[in-house]
Antibody
Framework: QVQLQESGPGLVKPSQALSLTCTVS??????????WSWIRQPAGKGLEWIGR???????NYTPSLKSRVTISVDTSKNQFSLNLSSATAADTGVYYC????????????WGKGTTVTVSS | QSAVTQSPSASGTPGQRVSISCSGS????????VNWYQHLPGTAPKLLIY???QRPSGVPARFSGSKSGTSASLAISGLQSEDEADYYC???????????FGTGTQVTV
């Protein structure tokens, strides 16, 4: 079965970029019916969807973060990545990647999450 | 307005039925299907209900979902101690062109 695993620095300095990678195993990231999403839970808050990408490169982002977010895909490595520029303390939280069913619009497989702290 | 709201908390005793509401608008719940997630601290959110009322394999039948107009609800019947968690609804919003999560409901058993 498909499994997802987030990786990246657990500590990021303010104003620097927050960069994470999600590795997909047990299935192909090039699946036609799948998008690949990033979701986060800021400290003490609820879940927030960040954006998603398809293997074709098509992407969507949440408007509040769109100016700072880039999600990319590397089909050769079966990975997709998140880059959030100009990080602030408000970006501190747990970051999850997930598989997103394109036609039925739901996220069914999630990574375990990785904690990122933005602090000097 | 593209916000999806849930009651902050719900509670019940073992065996009781608990219902969680999710209120949206014409650009999200009014047009698209609703999904529900169970989230325990320190773990990955788990898909409980998709497409308004469908349960993924392995999710107990005591979890059920429904939708009417711009609102949706999740019901947990035969409440168990292991159901104590945060529950989120999520839906695609056509105005935002992205997903919106509800504000979350903390269920206490």
């Amino acid at each position: 079965q498909v499994q997802l695993q987030e990786s990246g620095p657990g500590l990021v300095k303010p104003s620097q970029a927050l960069s994470l990678t999600c590795t997909v195993s047990g299935g192909s990231i090039s699946s036609t019916n799948s998008y690949w999403s990033w979701i986060r839970q800021p400290a003490g808050k609820g879940l927030e969807w960040i954006g998603r990408i398809h293997a074709s490169g098509a992407s969507n982002y949440t408007p509040s973060l769109k100016s700072r977010v880039t999600i990319s895909v590397d089909t050769s490595k079966n990975q997709f990545s998140l880059n959030l520029s100009s990080a602030t303390a408000a970006d501190t939280g747990v970051y999850y990647c997930a598989r997103d069913h394109y036609y039925d619009s739901y996220m069914d497989v999630w990574g375990k999450g990785t904690t990122v702290t933005v602090s000097s | 307005q593209s916000a999806v709201t849930q009651s902050p908390s719900a509670s019940g005793t073992p065996g009781q039925r608990v219902s969680i509401s999710c209120s949206g608008s014409s650009s999200n719940i009014g047009r698209n299907t609703v999904n529900w997630y169970q989230h325990l601290p320190g773990t990955a959110p788990k898909l409980l209900i998709y497409s308004n009322n469908q349960r993924p394999s392995g999710v107990p039948a005591r979890f059920s979902g429904s939708k009417s107009g711009t609102s949706a609800s999740l019901a947990i019947s035969g409440l168990q101690s292991e159901d104590e968690a945060d529950y989120y609804c999520a839906v695609w919003d056509d105005s935002l062109n992205g997903y919106i999560f509800g504000t979350g409901t903390q269920v206490t058993v």
